[in-house]
């Protein structure tokens, strides 16, 4: 594959792995071989795609690597699942290639760690630590030792080292860890070429990622070298077995610590005849989960009893011998079993696992438990060889503080990197919470710069992604400093509040926080208006007080889209085949066009399919916009963002990849939703009764709604007036809506940030009254026979028009044309006919007598002193003879003027008959201004370009040129066949005459780009 970069991450990652530049500038394991597989879409700003993760996995596979690293990952919804999981465990479990991940820079709340990384079975995901010695030279901090040999900051605060502030934490939703371990999370290493610099400085868990990759290298080096096994799950086993747990920091924050690959393999030489060392332990609580994790308070104040299953999980051969089949049968294991918090985690000392798995029953009793957060795990060990653990049953509670309105954390003092957690309930009725957090020095503190507090709040809910419900905030405070953030919330659902000091602040931190709850409640909280007059809200105070002033707008507006029929899933190529057993990938390609009225920006959405990746059914869903002449305008994929399109005819194509046809042709008829951003929001008034509603009596005011009271508040629909001309029924415009007040004078936002979702259905809109009357119309003194054969006339020459290629190129236009011209001998439509036939043929230039021929029939035709009489006096539109006449009139005025300025194109194409064309300009002049800007000036656009260049003013050919790729061409609006590819090309010659040569060249490279032969 041909790939460009899209960022130096790639090659910095690559760099800590394993670059090979010497021992000062060596990555973790330098002699291993590094193979590229690009999974960042260039036109996406380095976005991973899903097909690229799929065909990334496929040539890994094929390749026969060891170890793969991935530093990417998005927040996901549902862990532990989707096509992308299911392939990444065939690759770990069945093929033996160990998949290392980082595990997302989302922190520091709990359960903020990325997919695939931290939250697939499958992964190895690792954190990123910041060491004293790292800060000291990476990142200049002043950093000293103290006489004990301790690490501590100038001001002599000591300093232990610890994950970045952002680092993400676990545990994953479904109790899973999340977090592996924990490796150093920045480094000098090498850059791309094209940055101009060797090197340079980057830190994230990007980072972290690929030295723990380089690593395990290490170890599957040293094992190939000494003769040993090497397994995902052997290898796992014994970094987990002797990493370092780092003081000051909680299990979901570093895995099992720090790794550390001299005792690492170590383990791995001293278990390497130890039976079954290559089985993987597959831990399952309940039916699905992969731990325990209680947040919410009916979880946290009451005893919890669990079913824990242990199956383990042998290497998914494609083949499995009698023998290994025998002994698999015959597998039986005995663990020891310890909780690591006897005091309120209970489970069985002793379990015996057999080929089938078995169960164990635990409990787990919070009641005793204080707020906050507690940890522990269920260890289960080898009894017969106990330095062997070899599962965990990760168990985390997040015990919710007393449910108030108003919480006070009162005076809080953190140490370095220190991050603080608060778990509350939001009570019902709220809907926001302000936070205000003031810095407790002293004014004229000798400390007085200014600190750096991460304030990071998190909600879960049912299949949603973190990020959809949190905030995070990084604040700079100084001495006496106050400030307030307001957090939306859902009410009855466990809101981590999560205070830390960032890890590059120097000096004591101390604030209190004070949260206080907020909120007018709303039923319904997701209006929806239709044609009607509006909507009904109930707004209910149940907590205290609130001012409120409801306000409503709508910002975007969404049109709904079929795709063209015929899409049926096809096969790839030979790079989409997933091996053993081969599986042909398909892709399902569907189409979806639209008419643009005007440029603009639009986002395609398809929310069947987007926003999700890891966890998606399929392999992605990557969406390329086209113009109609075939110019790539953008791509998007699961997050789709505003691509701008110009006015006229936009193509969409959408391409879903799955190896299952059967699931891919499910879609075929998938609609896609265009979104565009209304240039001026509309408002929508709010009024307290129907009445005022319905009558447009005042609308609402500040008003105080006391605690426990309701209030009923209506929402007007918007006027046809307001709504964008081209939008049509079934059409929806969505906006938000607030009910709190507001106000600048006391601290937060006075209302839920972000408001409540709303959403209007376009209806069928009013028919307009006619603005003028139509003409009356003369009476018709044709007989029916007349009548009937003027139509057939008609009739005859519109089709002539409509003949397919193929039939005006097997002779079948003259045919009909010679019939026809002698049953309507002068008949203007069917001269103009032959003439546009004429002038669109492929071998125009051998027709120019025919043509000239042609267009001076059909002058001649045309009475032109009459013509020139009739317009030279005004018609009464009261007539209506007079009115038919004109109608009659315009239409032999247009037609003369088209014939005159396509007799002049001929000319101008004639060799030596500049006579002619001069001539035929002369004529064309007396009846039109070509020149004009005029709508349907355009037409005349060739025949101005012919006489200019015909002049020697190549500028003023650029002119026009330009003046027609910077609008959507359309055949029908010029004379002869136009196309953009046809205008660059002699853009490309006009150029060159000009003497700009490296313009030329810059014109003939971008036309591919402009105007591809097809959608690539």
Same mark, same amino acid.
């Given at each position: 594959?041909?790939?460009?970069?899209?960022?130096?991450?790639?090659?910095?990652?690559?760099?800590?792995?394993?670059?090979?530049?010497?021992?000062?500038?060596?990555?973790?394991?330098?002699?291993?071989?590094?193979?590229?597989?690009?999974?960042?879409?260039?036109?996406?700003?380095?976005?991973?795609?899903?097909?690229?993760?799929?065909?990334?996995?496929?040539?890994?596979?094929?390749?026969?690597?060891?170890?793969?690293?991935?530093?990417?990952?998005?927040?996901?919804?549902?862990?532990?699942?989707?096509?992308?999981?299911?392939?990444?465990?065939?690759?770990?479990?069945?093929?033996?290639?160990?998949?290392?991940?980082?595990?997302?820079?989302?922190?520091?709340?709990?359960?903020?760690?990325?997919?695939?990384?931290?939250? #697939?079975?499958?992964?190895?995901?690792?954190?990123?630590?910041?060491?004293?010695?790292?800060?000291?030279?990476?990142?200049?901090?002043?950093?000293?030792?103290?006489?004990?040999?301790?690490?501590?900051?100038?001001?002599?605060?000591?300093?232990?080292?610890?994950?970045?502030?952002?680092?993400?934490?676990?545990?994953?939703?479904?109790?899973?860890?999340?977090?592996?371990?924990?490796?150093?999370?920045?480094?000098?290493?090498?850059?791309?070429?094209?940055?101009?610099?060797?090197?340079?400085?980057?830190?994230?868990?990007?980072?972290?990622?690929?030295?723990?990759?380089?690593?395990?290298?290490?170890?599957?080096?040293?094992?190939?070298?000494?003769?040993?096994?090497?397994?995902?799950?052997?290898?796992?086993?014994?970094?987990?077995?002797?990493?370092?747990?780092?003081?000051?920091?909680?299990?979901?924050?570093?895995?099992?610590?720090?790794?550390?690959?001299?005792?690492?393999?170590?383990?791995?030489?001293?278990?390497?005849?130890?039976?079954?060392?290559?089985?993987?332990?597959?831990?399952?609580?309940?039916?699905?989960?992969?731990?325990?994790?209680?947040?919410?308070?009916?979880?946290?104040?009451?005893?919890?009893?669990?079913?824990?299953?242990?199956?383990?999980?042998?290497?998914?051969?494609?083949?499995?011998?009698?023998?290994?089949?025998?002994?698999?049968?015959?597998?039986?294991?005995?663990?020891?079993?310890?909780?690591?918090?006897?005091?309120?985690?209970?489970?069985?000392?002793?379990?015996?696992?057999?080929?089938?798995?078995?169960?164990?029953?635990?409990?787990?009793?919070?009641?005793?438990?204080?707020?906050?957060?507690?940890?522990?795990?269920?260890?289960?060990?080898?009894?017969?060889?106990?330095?062997?653990?070899?599962?965990?049953?990760?168990?985390?509670?997040?015990?919710?503080?007393?449910?108030?309105?108003?919480?006070?954390?009162?005076?809080?003092?953190?140490?370095?990197?220190? %991050?603080?957690?608060?778990?509350?309930?939001?009570?019902?009725?709220?809907?926001?919470?302000?936070?205000?957090?003031?810095?407790?020095?002293?004014?004229?503190?000798?400390?007085?710069?200014?600190?750096?507090?991460?304030?990071?709040?998190?909600?879960?809910?049912?299949?949603?992604?973190?990020?959809?419900?949190?905030?995070?905030?990084?604040?700079?405070?100084?001495?006496?400093?106050?400030?307030?953030?307001?957090?939306?919330?859902?009410?009855?659902?466990?809101?981590?509040?999560?205070?830390?000091?960032?890890?590059?602040?120097?000096?004591?931190?101390?604030? #209190?926080?004070?949260?206080?709850?907020?909120?007018?409640?709303?039923?319904?909280?997701?209006?929806?208006?239709?044609?009607?007059?509006?909507?009904?809200?109930?707004?209910?105070?149940?907590?205290?007080?609130?001012?409120?002033?409801?306000?409503?707008?709508?910002?975007?507006?969404?049109?709904?889209?079929?795709?063209?029929?015929?899409?049926?899933?096809?096969?790839?190529?030979?790079?989409?085949?997933?091996?053993?057993?081969?599986?042909?990938?398909?892709?399902?390609?569907?189409?979806?066009?639209?008419?643009?009225?005007?440029?603009?920006?639009?986002?395609?959405?398809?929310?069947?399919?987007?926003?999700?990746?890891?966890?998606?059914?399929?392999?992605?869903?990557?969406?390329?916009?086209?113009?109609?002449?075939?110019?790539?305008?953008?791509?998007?994929?699961?997050?789709?963002?505003?691509?701008?399109?110009?006015?006229?005819?936009?193509?969409?194509?959408?391409?879903?990849?799955?190896?299952?046809?059967?699931?891919?042709?499910?879609?075929?008829?998938?609609?896609?939703?265009?979104?565009?951003?209304?240039?001026?929001?509309?408002?929508?008034?709010?009024?307290?009764?129907?009445?005022?509603?319905?009558?447009?009596?005042?609308?609402?005011?500040?008003?105080?709604?006391?605690?426990?009271?309701?209030?009923?508040?209506?929402?007007?629909?918007?006027?046809?007036?307001?709504?964008?001309?081209?939008?049509?029924?079934?059409?929806?415009?969505?906006?938000?809506?607030?009910?709190?007040?507001?106000?600048?004078?006391?601290?937060?936002?006075?209302?839920?940030?972000?408001?409540?979702?709303?959403?209007?259905?376009?209806?069928?809109?009013?028919?307009?009254?006619?603005?003028?009357?139509?003409?009356?119309?003369?009476?018709?003194?044709?007989?029916?026979?007349?009548?009937?054969?003027?139509?057939?006339?008609?009739?005859?020459?519109?089709?002539?028009?409509?003949?397919?290629?193929?039939?005006?190129?097997?002779?079948?236009?003259?045919?009909?044309?010679? #019939?026809?011209?002698?049953?309507?001998?002068?008949?203007?439509?069917?001269?103009?006919?032959?003439?546009?036939?004429?002038?669109?043929?492929?071998?125009?230039?051998?027709?120019?007598?025919?043509?000239?021929?042609?267009?001076?029939?059909?002058?001649?035709?045309?009475?032109?002193?009459?013509?020139?009489?009739?317009?030279?006096?005004?018609?009464?539109?009261?007539?209506?003879?007079?009115?038919?006449?004109?109608?009659?009139?315009?239409?032999?005025?247009?037609?003369?003027?088209?014939?005159?300025?396509?007799?002049?194109?001929?000319?101008?194409?004639?060799?030596?008959?500049?006579?002619?064309?001069?001539?035929?300009?002369?004529?064309?002049?007396?009846?039109?201004?070509?020149?004009?800007?005029?709508?349907?000036?355009?037409?005349?656009?060739?025949?101005?370009? %012919?006489?200019?260049?015909?002049?020697?003013?190549?500028?003023?050919?650029?002119?026009?040129?330009?003046?027609?790729?910077?609008?959507?061409?359309?055949?029908?609006?010029?004379?002869?066949?136009?196309?953009?590819?046809?205008?660059?090309?002699?853009?490309?010659?006009?150029?060159?005459?000009?003497?700009?040569?490296?313009?030329?060249?810059?014109?003939?490279?971008?036309?591919?780009?402009?105007?591809?032969?097809?959608?690539?």
């Amino acid at each position: 594959s041909l790939v460009v970069d899209s960022s130096p991450h790639g090659t910095h990652v690559a760099g800590i792995a394993a670059a090979a530049e010497g021992p000062d500038r060596n990555g973790v394991a330098p002699g291993a071989e590094l193979v590229s597989l690009k999974i960042g879409e260039a036109r996406m700003a380095g976005m991973e795609t899903g097909g690229a993760l799929t065909r990334a996995l496929i040539e890994a596979i094929r390749l026969k690597c060891d170890v793969i690293n991935m530093s990417y990952g998005e927040a996901d919804t549902t862990p532990n699942a989707g096509r992308f999981v299911k392939l990444a465990e065939e690759l770990v479990w069945k093929h033996n290639i160990e998949f290392v991940s980082s595990a997302g820079n989302n922190g520091p709340c709990l359960t903020s760690t990325g997919a695939p990384g931290s939250t #697939s079975t499958a992964c190895f995901g690792i954190a990123a630590y910041v060491s004293p010695e790292m800060m000291q030279v990476l990142y200049s901090m002043p950093l000293d030792k103290a006489e004990d040999g301790k690490v501590v900051f100038q001001e002599k605060e000591e300093y232990p080292g610890s994950t970045f502030t952002w680092s993400s934490v676990g545990p994953v939703a479904d109790g899973s860890n999340g977090v592996n371990a924990m490796a150093p999370g920045g480094a000098i290493a090498p850059i791309s070429n094209w940055c101009l610099a060797k090197t340079r400085l980057m830190n994230g868990t990007s980072m972290s990622s690929p030295h723990a990759c380089g690593l395990i290298a290490l170890l599957i080096s040293a094992c190939k070298a000494a003769g040993i096994a090497v397994s995902p799950a052997r290898l796992r086993r014994a970094i987990e077995n002797t990493a370092k747990p780092m003081p000051g920091m909680i299990s979901v924050q570093q895995g099992a610590g720090m790794i550390q690959v001299d005792k690492a393999w170590e383990y791995l030489k001293r278990h390497e005849d130890v039976p079954h060392e290559d089985i993987y332990y597959d831990v399952k609580v309940g039916n699905s989960l992969r731990g325990i994790y209680l947040r919410q308070a009916h979880e946290t104040g009451v005893e919890n009893s669990f079913v824990v299953t242990v199956d383990p999980q042998w290497q998914r051969e494609a083949e499995v011998s009698q023998a290994q089949q025998e002994s698999r049968l015959s597998f039986e294991t005995q663990f020891t079993l310890e909780t690591t918090a006897p005091d309120w985690v209970t489970c069985p000392s002793r379990f015996v696992v057999l080929a089938g798995g078995r169960s164990f029953k635990i409990v787990v009793d919070p009641t005793g438990l204080q707020a906050g957060l507690h940890t522990a795990k269920i260890i289960g060990r080898d009894a017969s060889n106990p330095d062997r653990t070899l599962f965990n049953v990760p168990i985390v509670v997040a015990k919710p503080l007393e449910e108030k309105t108003i919480v006070d954390l009162q005076d809080l003092w953190f140490l370095p990197s220190e %991050a603080k957690r608060f778990f509350l309930t939001p009570p019902l009725g709220s809907t926001w919470m302000d936070i205000v957090v003031k810095d407790t020095r002293e004014v004229d503190d000798a400390s007085s710069s200014a600190k750096l507090l991460a304030l990071h709040t998190v909600q879960l809910l049912p299949h949603a992604a973190f990020r959809d419900f949190e905030k995070k905030q990084y604040i700079q405070l100084r001495p006496a400093q106050t400030t307030v953030v307001s957090v939306p919330v859902e009410a009855g659902i466990t809101a981590e509040v999560c205070l830390a000091r960032a890890w590059n602040t120097l000096g004591e931190k101390s604030i #209190s926080v004070n949260i206080k709850f907020r909120g007018a409640r709303p039923v319904p909280d997701n209006v929806v208006l239709t044609n009607g007059l509006g909507a009904m809200v109930r707004a209910t105070s149940d907590l205290a007080d609130e001012t409120i002033l409801p306000k409503a707008s709508l910002t975007s507006w969404r049109t709904p889209i079929r795709p063209k029929a015929g899409a049926t899933p096809k096969p790839l190529g030979e790079r989409d085949i997933f091996p053993s057993p081969d599986r042909m990938i398909h892709e399902l390609v569907l189409q979806y066009e639209f008419t643009q009225d005007d440029k603009g920006s639009i986002t395609p959405r398809v929310p069947a399919l987007q926003d999700v990746l890891y966890e998606s059914g399929f392999e992605g869903q990557l969406i390329l916009v086209f113009d109609g002449d075939k110019k790539l305008l953008g791509t998007c994929d699961a997050w789709p963002s505003a691509v701008n399109v110009p006015k006229g005819k936009v193509v969409i194509r959408l391409q879903i990849r799955h190896d299952s046809p059967k699931k891919l042709e499910k879609l075929k008829d998938l609609t896609m939703w265009i979104e565009r951003s209304l240039e001026n929001s509309i408002n929508l008034s709010a009024y307290g009764s129907k009445e005022a509603l319905v009558t447009g009596g005042s609308t609402l005011k500040k008003q105080l709604l006391r605690k426990g009271k309701s209030t009923a508040i209506f929402f007007e629909a918007p006027s046809v007036s307001k709504l964008p001309s081209s939008s049509k029924p079934g059409d929806i415009l969505k906006g938000s809506f607030t009910l709190g007040a507001g106000n600048d004078s006391f601290p937060g936002s006075g209302k839920r940030p972000g408001g409540f979702p709303l959403t209007y259905v376009v209806g069928p809109k009013p028919e307009k009254a006619p603005s003028d009357p139509d003409p009356p119309e003369p009476e018709d003194k044709r007989t029916v026979d007349e009548k009937i054969e003027e139509a057939i006339r008609d009739l005859k020459v519109a089709q002539l028009g409509k003949l397919t290629k193929k039939e005006k190129e097997g002779g079948k236009f003259e045919e009909l044309y010679e #019939s026809l011209a002698q049953q309507y001998p002068g008949h203007l439509p069917l001269l103009m006919a032959k003439l546009k036939y004429l002038d669109a043929h492929e071998k125009r230039s051998e027709k120019i007598d025919e043509i000239v021929e042609t267009a001076e029939a059909l002058i001649s035709s045309i009475p032109q002193d009459a013509l020139a009489m009739h317009f030279g006096k005004k018609s009464d539109n009261d007539d209506p003879v007079a009115v038919k006449e004109r109608k009659e009139m315009k239409e032999k005025k247009s037609m003369l003027t088209e014939a005159l300025a396509r007799l002049a194109l001929a000319y101008s194409a004639a060799p030596d008959e500049e006579t002619k064309f001069a001539e035929a300009l002369k004529r064309l002049k007396e009846w039109t201004d070509i020149d004009s800007n005029d709508k349907g000036s355009d037409k005349f656009a060739q025949l101005v370009m %012919a006489r200019e260049e015909k002049a020697g003013r190549l500028g003023a050919v650029m002119k026009v040129i330009n003046k027609i790729l910077a609008k959507d061409i359309k055949e029908k609006d010029y004379l002869l066949p136009i196309s953009k590819s046809a205008l660059y090309e002699k853009r490309v010659e006009i150029l060159t005459k000009l003497g700009y040569i490296s313009l030329a060249d810059h014109d003939k490279c971008t036309r591919v780009i402009s105007c591809p032969p097809t959608y690539s």
